[in-house]
């Protein structure tokens, strides 16, 4: 207790000192900034299960057939009448009623029993009609009194034609009403003219996200052979395709200048396609040319993830605008900015697409891989023989691994030994 009382008591003035003023009476101290929170990048794991939990499903939309292909069902296919909604005919040949011969009526006229009518393959079987003759079954001929009849040829079968017989009855594919496509399919061509037979002319599909490209970088050039300080753009052959595959729309593909007033300009909605993600590439850093996190800044944005602990791909951002648009900012290098597409891009697309979150799954490490002082690695591999091999060529300028590989797996710093399990995930385009 003294220990705490000495400790705590005010010091005599020294001989020569000012006697201390009141406390109303000393200049009031500056005020200091307050010290900012130190964030530390997230991990792997978190990055995605961020990416992917920060964001809702967009809601259904309704879309013409002809854009339907690929898009995933909201609601389930219905048939509006019955398919088909009348009565035809499978054959070329004769509407029949009745028993042979038959008495050549003029077409769509009701038939009486030993009458016909020609007809064709989907025509409309014409009623009192109880059967179609096939062509090749059937034979024009005359009776006693040479008025035309019609009479069964030599290919008719026995018993030709059976009552129904080659008759496609209402309703025989489908009852109205029936569900003919279940919600949550991925709609083909097939099914496309499936709901135009069923009479629908719009299908209600799973938002797709809408998703704007801008390029930064003052060095990349689109074309040809670059020169020395300059870089071919990777990005405009690959990434739009790669977006797709997510589940993502490419609406619009903008290039900014490395300024802040010219990455704000790219970084604006559009009215007249607006897009529900920005997806950049390069000026993801912190120095002087980088100028994508203080355009976020000053558009309000909020940040969700704010780089990563992993290599390549570490200075990845994931942020959102006030708007509701989030903005996955890429690196600038193509194989960084791949391995960061598919860790935070490809979970948030699939989280606004109604999707699950990618899988992950194990690989068994094909080499040793040695212990490193830092974050997690993502290193491009190929099978063989069952094993995981790291793939050569994976500098995070490179793609030449990348473009060999089976899939990527998830090496801790602390290595891997061979047969070592693994988590690893797939690409897009395998």
Known sequence: ????????????????????????????????????????????????????????????????????????????????????????????????????????????????????????????????????????????????????????????????????????????????????????????????????????????VLGRPAVQLVLTGDEVVQHGIPAPGQVRDAFTPQLGGVVELLGGTVVGLRRAADNLAATLEALADSEGNPADVVITTGATGRSSADFLRPAIAAMGGTFHVDGIAMRPGHPSLLAEFPDGRFLVGLPGNPLAAMIALLTIGAPLLARLGSSPLPPTFEVACGSPIKEYHGPTRLMPYRLLYGLASPCANTDSAMMRGMAAADGVMVVPPHGAKMGEPLTAFGLPWT
């Not at 109303?24 to 929170?37: G, S, T, V, W």
């Not at 009849?149 to 009403?177: D, M």
Request: glycine share 12%.
């Open 1 to 204: 207790m003294g220990g705490q009382v000495a400790a705590y008591a005010e010091a005599a003035p020294s001989a020569g000192e000012p006697e201390p003023q009141p406390a109303a009476l000393q200049p009031a101290a500056e005020p200091q900034p307050e010290p900012q929170p130190r964030t530390l990048p997230h991990t792997w794991e978190e990055a995605r299960t961020a990416a992917y939990e920060v964001a809702r499903p967009l809601p259904a939309v309704d879309v013409e057939l002809a854009q339907g292909a690929g898009r995933k069902l909201a609601a389930g296919i219905v048939a509006l009448h019955p398919m088909p909604h009348y009565a035809s005919s499978a054959m070329d040949g004769w509407a029949v009623a009745g028993s042979p011969p038959w008495i050549l009526a003029g077409p769509g006229r009701r038939l009486a029993p030993g009458q016909a009518s020609p007809i064709v393959t989907g025509g409309l079987v014409p009623p009192g009609a109880k059967a179609v003759l096939r062509s090749e079954a059937g034979l024009l001929s005359t009776d006693d009194d040479g008025l035309p009849v019609l009479v069964r040829g030599g290919a008719a079968r026995p018993g030709e034609p059976k009552n129904g017989q080659h008759i496609r009855p209402a309703g025989k594919e489908a009852a109205e009403g029936e569900l003919l496509v279940k919600p949550g399919t991925v709609l083909n061509p097939a099914h496309l003219a499936l709901a135009a037979l069923g009479g629908l002319d719009e299908l209600s």
